[in-house]
């Protein structure tokens, strides 16, 4: 059975930096390509970034690049986001979501999701 469990996530100032972290276990995160996902209140789920299985590609949404960092440690099976330079519209749920298949900022192509995490931005 697949699972994703996010971390990393909490209060910040605008201006700064966390990273998330997204442990995948009961699969071979090799097959899988891995994509972060938020939810503002109020507000449909969005693509943030994505990384596929095999070539290690990258995709982000206009509003991150230049500030988030998405990556992948497959022996421990972990994918992180690195976001900095945080805004105050960047507060959200932020989830990751796996999909055995090539890398896609749709939520609607993942089969795997996990909790979330919530990501506030404030002073």
């Known amino acids: 059975q697949v699972q994703l469990v996010e971390s990393g996530g909490g209060l910040v100032q605008p201006g700064g930096s966390l990273r998330l972290s997204c442990a995948v276990v009961g699969v071979t995160l090799d097959y899988y390509a891995i994509g972060w996902f938020r939810q503002a209140p109020g507000k449909e789920r969005e693509g943030v970034s994505c990384?596929?299985?095999?070539?290690?590609?990258?995709r982000y949404a206009d509003s991150v690049k230049g500030r988030f960092a998405i990556s992948r440690d497959n022996e421990k099976s972990i994918v992180y986001l690195q976001m900095n330079s945080l805004k105050y519209e960047d507060t959200a749920v932020y989830y990751c979501?796996?999909?055995?298949?090539?890398?896609?900022?749709?939520?609607?192509?993942?089969?795997?999701w996990g909790q979330g995490t919530q990501v506030t931005v404030s002073s």
């Open positions: 979501a796996a999909r055995d298949g090539y890398y896609s900022d749709s939520v609607y192509r993942y089969d795997y």
């Open positions: 990384i596929s299985s095999s070539d290690g590609a990258t």
